[in-house]
């Protein structure tokens, strides 16, 4: 027999990916300032990532180069963001590159390493494909949507350039490939 539903709302539950809880661990050591622990987690969860063949490897390769930069630790800095990079460009995914290494110079720049950040740019020049324009329409929907700071499923930090638009409202987070829905 039909049943009413009863009138408290129950807890709505997305379908959410299982989130590693190293993946959540990094991302409160960041948060609460502790870079060099915070590169350390995320550079152990990116190779994990390479050796089982996940995409988020390349994310979380950058995102421990720039916990190394923030630690001051900049020679390891650059070699994850270099390994990031470089996965990025291996599978061809040129907007994204593109978007990540202008990122990375952006943040070297603002700290004062010129030379670091004009090597990431060079690197960029020669690596980039002859003929490859950045086109207005790279992997961001048409108009601009305000994105939450931080994933709501592992509490990464997310970056409108750093995501995947699966539509115009949703994007999907890079760390834990969680669905984000903007505004
Ligand atoms: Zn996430």
């Known amino acids: 027999m039909f049943r009413r539903r009863p ?11 299982a989130i590693p809880p190293a993946l959540m661990r990094a991302n409160e050591l960041l948060a609460s300032g502790n870079y060099p622990a915070a590169a350390e987690a995320y550079e152990q969860l990116a190779r994990g990532a390479q050796t089982r063949g996940l995409p988020h ?13 923030l630690a001051g630790q900049i020679p390891a800095g650059m070699t994850d963001l270099k390994q990031g990079l470089a996965i990025l460009a291996a599978r061809g995914r040129w907007p ?5 290494a202008r990122r990375a110079a952006a943040d070297l720049n603002a700290r004062g390493l010129t030379a670091e950040a004009a090597e990431i740019e060079a690197w960029l020049k020669q690596t980039l494909p002859a003929g490859f324009a950045e086109s207005p329409a790279v992997a961001a929907p048409a108009r601009p949507r305000l994105l939450p700071t931080a994933c709501p499923a592992c509490g990464a930090p997310l970056h409108a350039d750093e995501v995947e638009w ?7 987070c890079p760390y834990c490939g969680g669905a984000v829905r903007a505004e």
Do not use: H, K, W, Y
């Open 57 to 69: 490897d390349a994310q979380l390769f950058l995102q421990a180069g720039r916990c190394r930069i």
């Open 96 to 100: 994204r590159l593109l978007n990540a």
């Open 7 to 17: 009138f408290v709302r129950p807890f709505r539950r997305a379908v959410m990916p």
């Open 166 to 172: 699966s539509d115009e409202f949703t994007a999907e």
